[in-house]
């Protein structure tokens, strides 16, 4: 996306807070292709025969993001960031809803052997819910540090894009993803992160 489009995102996304209940709707086509390239690549990493297609995640968050009131959209990594935590949310509460029924199952814990890759390689639903639980751990005490590791590594955004979005510098993005994968790693081995 060039700069002049990022622009034409970033004004549409000042009309949104401002009240414009519409503007999320002309920012979408500009977007779009993003946000489904953001939705194939978290069901790359499901299993097979997943109930969810990309264009339907992508919609979903979309509505998601549509259904919450007074935000105030600072810019298209911001929204970016926005449909990644959505996306993990629709795809962590599917995960919840099918194995309701089969708790246990011979499922063994995720281990997070690669961070460097987009996503985990065919994440199970429970591994899905456990990197869900353990992300939500780190967030409650380094809520940043989640943040960067849910903007990155699920959402897709560059360093530079999440330090614009949580108005830090690069190189805190940077320091916190390596503390946030480090800890996340012990959490999701069954050692107690410190």
């Known amino acids: 996306m060039d ?27 500009i977007v779009y292709d993003e946000l489904r390239g953001m939705a194939a690549s978290y069901l790359r990493n499901e299993r097979s025969g997943h109930t969810l297609g990309p264009t339907a995640l992508a919609h979903e968050a979309y509505l998601k993001l549509r259904g919450r009131q007074h935000v105030c959209w600072k810019s298209r990594a911001h929204l970016l960031g926005a449909a990644a935590q959505a996306m993990r949310h629709i795809l962590v509460d599917h995960a919840r809803a099918r194995t309701t029924a089969k708790r246990g199952n011979g499922q063994t814990p995720v281990h997070l052997e690669d961070v460097q890759r987009p996503a985990p390689e065919r994440t199970s639903w429970a591994e899905l819910i456990d990197l869900d639980l353990a992300l939500a751990s780190l967030a409650r005490s380094y809520p940043r540090c989640a943040r960067v590791i849910e903007l990155l590594y699920f959402g897709g955004l560059t360093a530079s894009e999440a330090g614009e979005l949580l108005d830090v510098a690069e190189r805190t993005v940077e320091r916190d993803w390596r503390f946030g994968r480090a800890w996340l790693l012990r959490a999701l081995q069954g050692r107690s992160p410190s």
Do not use: C, F, K
């Open 3 to 29: 700069d002049t489009t990022r622009g034409q995102v970033t004004e549409i996304l000042r009309r949104a807070t401002g009240g414009d209940n519409s503007a999320l709707d002309d920012v979408l086509p």
